[in-house]
């Protein structure tokens, strides 16, 4: 009996330890193979660093003023009888804008240019008396300075009319009317805005350091928040005799051309002025750089041969660079890469050091230093 069980746990254990072997095998296998596993490598988009030049420009916000703008008014009080313009339209110097009751004005021209008449035949016979001394001088300077006042009276009164009749002081656009036929207007009240508007005034100021760069004529880069993506062009054409003590910052301003009239006066914009000559720069995407509070890095790709199996592929390397301006959807380096080296140019946070990689630029964004909207 003893025999029996001493035989079925000599068998218990031989199996036991037959199945240990048997497991001990299949996770030393399982080692070797998780040693020698090595992933696939990850696909990449990659951009190759090249020298770019770009252009200096000193950059200012601004705002808008029209080369001549005024809201035109009533010289003297009256009835408005008859409007002559449509709000938001275009008119030429001289243009009929608006006019005034003027009948009282009209019925007193007609007896004022009456009298004209009668002085001057009064004048003219006199004057042919006094040559025959029929007449004493004293009658003939009365007759005079009855018709130079009848002649003032009627130019009066025509200048009256004149007033009363609004006309366009010079070529532009038209703004809002603030007036109603039928109204009763006050000295000074005003009808309605004119503003020429093609070209357009810009506005800005920069740094009193920048003064020994700027010069009439040097081209500047109108751009605002009202028409995204379009860049409106202009020249430096006024500088101030004078620096702001407050700020020591120099007005200047800039003309700019404006044929669709897009640009309004009041509209708040930035302005970039382009200085002559340019600087080469290395830049590369700004989604390429790995932002970290200890330093930017990139990744650069670069060929790595395997030593086991003698095969070249393309590996990750870290490098961390300092970087300068940033223009558009690329941003300068001051250190840290070279000419001609490959950097992955999206994604730069999944990846990690000595990595392998494969490039494929089917699905890279274009880059520009002039970005549209649509592409952001």
């Known amino acids: 009996m003893k025999k029996r069980i001493l035989l079925a746990l000599l068998g218990v254990l031989i199996v036991a330890g037959l199945l240990a072997g048997i497991k001990a095998l299949q996770i030393s296998k399982m080692?070797?193979?998780?040693?020698?596993?090595?992933?696939?490598?990850?696909?990449?988009?990659?951009?190759?660093?090249?020298?770019?030049?770009?252009?200096?420009?000193?950059?200012?916000?601004?705002?808008?003023?029209?080369?001549?703008?005024?809201?035109?008014?009533?010289?003297?009080?009256?009835?408005?009888?008859?409007?002559?313009?449509e709000p938001g339209s275009s008119v030429r110097a001289g243009d009929l804008l608006l006019r005034q009751d003027t009948s009282t004005e009209e019925a007193r021209l007609a007896g004022a240019e009456a009298e004209v008449v009668l002085t001057q035949?009064?004048?003219?016979?006199?004057?042919?008396?006094?040559?025959?001394?029929?007449?004493?001088?004293?009658?003939?300077?009365?007759?005079?300075?009855?018709?130079?006042?009848?002649?003032?009276?009627?130019?009066?009164?025509?200048?009256?009319?004149?007033?009363?009749?609004?006309?366009?002081?010079?070529?532009?656009?038209?703004?809002?009317?603030?007036?109603?036929?039928?109204?009763?207007?006050?000295?000074?009240?005003?009808?309605?805005?004119?503003?020429?508007?093609?070209?357009?005034?810009?506005?800005?100021?920069?740094?009193?350091?920048?003064?020994?760069?700027?010069?009439?004529?040097?081209?500047?880069?109108?751009?605002?928040?009202?028409?995204?993506?379009?860049?409106?062009?202009?020249?430096?054409?006024?500088?101030?005799?004078?620096?702001d003590a407050a700020t020591r910052n120099i007005r200047l301003q800039a003309t700019v051309t404006n044929p669709q009239e897009k640009l309004l006066p009041g509209m708040f914009v930035r302005v970039a002025v382009v200085l002559p000559g340019s600087a080469e720069v290395l830049a590369i995407p700004a989604t390429a750089v790995l932002y970290a509070p200890y330093g930017d890095s990139v990744y650069v790709i670069e060929e790595h041969q395997d030593e086991k199996t003698g095969q070249t592929g393309k590996v990750l390397r870290q490098q961390f660079i300092?970087?300068?301006?940033?223009?558009?959807?690329?941003?300068?380096?001051?250190?840290?890469?070279?000419?001609?080296?490959?950097?992955?140019?999206?994604?730069a946070f999944k990846l990690r050091n000595g990595q392998a990689v494969v490039i494929d630029n089917r699905l890279a964004p274009t880059f520009s230093l002039e970005p549209k909207p649509e592409n952001n």
């Open 31 to 85: 080692i070797d193979q998780g040693k020698a596993f090595v992933p696939p490598p990850e696909t990449v988009t990659a951009y190759q660093v090249q020298p770019q030049a770009w252009v200096d420009e000193l950059a200012a916000v601004g705002s808008l003023t029209a080369v001549q703008g005024v809201t035109v008014s009533a010289e003297t009080p009256g009835k408005i009888v008859a409007i002559a313009f």
């Open 322 to 347: 300092r970087l300068g301006e940033k223009r558009g959807d690329f941003v300068a380096v001051v250190s840290g890469l070279k000419g001609n080296e490959t950097v992955v140019s999206t994604g």
């Open 121 to 243: 035949a009064t004048l003219e016979r006199d004057r042919a008396l006094l040559a025959e001394h029929a007449v004493a001088q004293a009658e003939y300077d009365t007759a005079l300075a009855a018709h130079s006042q009848a002649m003032a009276d009627v130019a009066q009164l025509r200048t009256v009319i004149a007033k009363k009749t609004v006309r366009a002081p010079f070529t532009g656009k038209l703004g809002i009317r603030l007036v109603n036929l039928g109204q009763m207007l006050k000295e000074g009240e005003p009808i309605v805005s004119l503003q020429t508007i093609d070209p357009i005034f810009a506005d800005f100021s920069l740094p009193q350091q920048a003064l020994s760069q700027l010069t009439t004529g040097i081209a500047v880069r109108i751009t605002t928040d009202a028409y995204p993506g379009e860049t409106f062009g202009g020249k430096i054409t006024a500088i101030n005799a004078e620096v």
